[in-house]
């Protein structure tokens, strides 16, 4: 965004406070809101020096876009903060060392943990569905694009989902040098090494018509940040559809009740609209949802996005339990979600004494489909 927008951007902000009912880190440390970013943000782009703790507020934010959905003034505060960490990283460098790090592994592993091994290793995909370094014909015009957290920490998950598409007779093709989006690169500022990875993936994803997301974050800047977006689709859209088409039954008796509860990720809901796919699919498997006071656009953040783990992975936790506790009556119920950022998170709030199970719906789905088809 151009300055002059930017400024006639910040000139509409009337302080009216809207922006600080649904910000999870207004919620829980009664600051930081959108409405002080704005301030600071305002300071930066007249070109004064900010301070230590001005910096660091503008990154203390998940970027859940909360702020931008409720805004009357319609401001496009991702945008703003986006260019504001962008000027921040190229004025002042990085927040950390562990920013630092992070974007070096990424540009010389393709991931962000420095892992040399390959993604797929022990993964169950048929063989026949891995396009290998140097091959230029995929087997299928579909890429399935796992993402780092599936790939490296969520190998259950990951295979899980993998099992899903096979048993829905999904095609996809999957990359063995699948590398890593660039969003968490982005979030550190450093828009210059972001864009060199968009450029080498807008490649790779070029022979593909369809590129179905595992990860709600790759998902959303794929979608905002490279270019067709419209090949770009977050899985459960399509396993829903499938689910539909196949109209099976659930497999519950009659008079039994199952019910979970699902908690929305910020990158489905807000930016996509997409609330209902998965609730539809739990309905469809025979579940009831046990529903958050606020959930779909509405929803609370898990605490763990928008570079929050890397520069603030206490106040992270604190977002993450803040969430737990709206629903701590039902820790006895199986806690879902789509996103493994969020599982991350949330996983690491819960202590071994508590009951709570947090997992992705894609061990349910799965689990239900094996005995249904
Ligand atoms: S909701 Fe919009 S106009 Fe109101 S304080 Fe927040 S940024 Fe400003
Ligand atoms: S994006 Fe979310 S965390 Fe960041 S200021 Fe807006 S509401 Fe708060």
Known sequence: ????????????????????????????????????????????????????????????????????????????????????????????????????????????????????????????????????????????????????MLAYRFADMRDDLLEIFNLLEIDYT???EEKCCGYFIWNTGDHHSAEKVIQENARIFD?????ICACAGCYTFFKQNYPHPEKFYHNI??????????????????????????????????????????????RQIGYELEEFPLSGKEGLCCGADGGMRIVNPELALTMGNARLNQLKEHQDLPFLTLCPFCIFNFRECVSEEEPWKIGSLYQYIKEYLQKAL
């Open 207 to 211: 022979p593909y018509d369809r590129i």
């Open 1 to 148: 965004m151009i300055r002059e927008k930017m400024r006639e951007a910040l000139s509409r902000c009337t302080e009216c406070g809207q922006c600080e009912q649904f910000c999870s880190i207004f919620l829980t440390m009664g600051e930081h809101s959108a409405q002080q970013k704005l301030k600071i943000i305002g300071e930066l782009l007249e070109g004064r020096e900010l301070t230590d703790e001005e910096i660091d507020s503008v990154f203390l934010c998940t970027k859940c876009e909360a702020c931008q959905e409720v805004c009357p003034q319609e401001i496009p505060t991702i945008e703003i903060f986006d260019w504001a960490r962008h000027t921040i990283q190229s004025k002042y460098g990085f927040r950390n060392k562990k920013q630092q790090i992070l974007v070096q592994n990424i540009l010389h592993y393709g991931n962000p943990f420095g892992e040399t091994k390959s993604r797929l290793l022990d993964a169950s995909a048929p063989p026949e569905k891995i396009v290998h370094q140097g091959e230029d014909i995929p087997p299928s015009s579909t890429l399935l694009h796992l993402g780092c």
């Open 237 to 282: 859209e399509i396993i829903s559809e499938k689910l539909k088409e196949l109209n099976l039954a659930p497999l519950m008796k009659k008079g039994e009740h199952h019910c979970v509860i699902f908690h929305d990720s910020c990158h489905l809901t807000r930016p996509h609209g997409i609330i209902e796919p998965p609730r539809e699919v739990l």
């Open 174 to 176: 999957l990359l063995e």
